[in-house]
């Protein structure tokens, strides 16, 4: 009968090294994990979009957030999020007085996060998420647009916008400009950085000389309430 002791055992197969055979089980491991965790986040929306329209979803930083409510505070008519992920953007520009705020999200995982983070902030009754394409979705009564999407589908999106949006309406893009329109203004810096574009008759503002306008300082950034962690 064998009378090791328990912890000397222990300790010796804490020492001894692990064989190749076991790190690549362990790698294999991880590997099931982070697809499981794709397919069941990111995967159910993307079936339904062709590949060259598909963006993967990246949630905004609370900087990020702070600078697109500065440059929509205080402006009238509905405020939509294309591609709202997880509701962040929404819930905080509702709650900072643009209303209504409506996002559009195809992954029913993100929207179902976004109603939480919406029923936990009381704000669930006020605030609005579809499960939508948003290339399907009309933008004829928006008056605000926030998108943060990935360079490859941004020149589509402009057509889409300028073709759809009204005379008044400001679209403001995160982490990445619109490729040809002339922002009339920017906030932050590096990956926090936004640009916003204000849409005039069939399509956005320019200035007279093909240069943005003055930017908004960094300083009117909005102060927004820290729900969401």
């Known amino acids: 009968m064998d009378h090791d002791d328990p912890a000397e055992a222990l300790t010796a197969l804490r020492e001894r090294r692990p064989s190749l ?5 362990v790698a294999t491991g991880s590997g099931l994990v982070a697809y499981t965790v794709w397919a069941l986040l990111l995967q159910p929306g993307f079936r339904r979009v062709p590949l060259k329209l598909q963006v993967p979803y990246i949630g905004a930083s609370a900087r990020q957030v702070e600078h697109v409510l500065s440059l929509l505070r205080g402006r009238p008519g509905k405020m939509v999020d294309l591609g709202s992920g997880d509701g962040r953007i929404v819930l905080a520009a509702h709650q900072c007085g ?3 705020a409506v996002g559009y999200e195809l992954n029913p995982w993100l929207v179902g996060l976004a109603w939480l983070h919406a029923w936990r902030a009381g704000c669930s009754g006020s605030v609005c998420y579809h499960r939508k394409d948003l290339w399907k979705v009309s933008l004829r009564d928006c008056h605000n647009v926030s998108v943060f999407l990935a360079p490859s589908v941004l020149p589509l999106l402009e057509d889409k916008l300028q073709k759809e949006l009204p005379a008044g309406a400001r679209v403001v893009s995160g982490r990445f400009p619109l490729p040809t329109w002339q922002p009339v203004a920017v906030v932050g810096e ?8 204000d849409v005039h008759g069939a399509g956005p503002t320019v200035s007279s000389c093909g240069v943005p306008s003055k930017a908004i300082p960094e300083s009117s950034s909005t102060s927004i309430p820290r729900t969401l962690v």
Not at 190 to 197: F, L, P, T
């Open 190 to 197: 590096g990956v926090d950085r936004v640009w916003a574009y």
């Open 21 to 25: 055979l076991e790190l690549l089980q």
């Open 98 to 100: 643009l209303r209504p």
